[in-house]
């Protein structure tokens, strides 16, 4: 009366991790096969989201390109009190990807730079 409840005994289909994680070949053959309505328009979906995904992900990278240089800048200034250094190096690459100079820009004018100072006349 106050004992345990004797255990439910499990479904009669013990499934074996084996079997699940590596299934037969006729299973895989079964599973390819599947041509129910579910399973075509779940490809249409796919096929459709597939054809736009290029235009949308243009449109993404050019709104990130406008925007991260200025979050970026932003993030700068508001560390720019906390951490002098951390601060002034986010300004600085915000306000170079503003301007859209890279560090292939910075060094040839480091190096125009050395090379006029250091002139063998």
Not at 30 to 40: I, M, P, Q
Request: charged fraction near 30%; avoid cysteine; aromatic fraction near 8%.
């Amino acid at each position: 009366m106050f004992g345990r409840q004797p255990k439910e005994e499990k479904s009669t289909e013990d499934f074996e991790v084996a079997d699940i994680m590596f299934p037969s070949e006729s299973e895989l053959e079964e599973s390819s096969e599947d041509d129910t309505e579910l399973s075509k328009v779940s490809k249409r979906e796919k096929v459709s989201l597939d054809q736009n995904n290029p235009e949308i992900v243009n449109i993404v990278e050019k709104i990130s390109g406008i925007v991260s240089p200025y979050f970026i800048v932003i993030v700068g200034l508001i560390l720019y009190d906390d951490n002098f250094l951390l601060g002034l190096l986010l300004i600085a690459v915000g306000i170079l990807s503003l301007l859209k100079i890279s560090w292939q820009d910075i060094l040839g004018v480091f190096l125009d730079i050395k090379d006029g100072l250091s002139s063998d006349d």
